[in-house]
């Protein structure tokens, strides 16, 4: 059974900065795809970044586009997401997410969508 645990969200004042992680279990890390979504309240769920399983391609959504990087660390099971330059928009609870296609290429993976999800982090950026 896959896990997925995000870590490091909190409050935050506007224009700072909050790293989060996920730590993943039970499968091979190093081989799918990942993602970070976010839900604020009374919105639904979208998607803010994705990272393909090499770590080599990326894609953000425009809204974080500039000001969020997502990395991973293959050898720790982990994958981060870097939020610079808050926005009182950006309060949310953000969600790590896995694909389910082995070694499959960015859009590939986004394409046939994710696979497991994490329980969220909530990140709250005050004015």
């Known amino acids: 059974q896959v896990q997925l645990v995000e870590s490091g969200g909190g409050l935050v004042q506007a224009g700072g900065s909050l790293r989060l992680s996920c730590a993943a279990s039970?499968?091979?890390?190093?081989?799918?795809?990942m993602g970070w979504f976010r839900q604020a309240p009374g919105k639904e769920r979208e998607f803010v970044a994705s990272?393909?399983?090499?770590?080599?391609?990326?894609y953000y959504a425009d809204s974080v586009k500039g000001r969020f990087t997502i990395s991973r660390d293959n050898a720790k099971n982990t994958v981060y997401l870097q939020m610079n330059s808050l926005k009182p928009e950006d309060t949310a609870v953000y969600y790590c997410a896995a694909g389910g296609v082995p070694k499959a290429t960015l859009s590939l993976a986004l394409s046939y969508g994710m696979d497991y999800w994490g329980k969220g982090t909530l990140v709250t950026v005050s004015s």
């Open positions: 039970g499968r091979t890390f190093s081989s799918y795809a």
């Open positions: 990272i393909s399983w090499s770590g080599g391609s990326t």
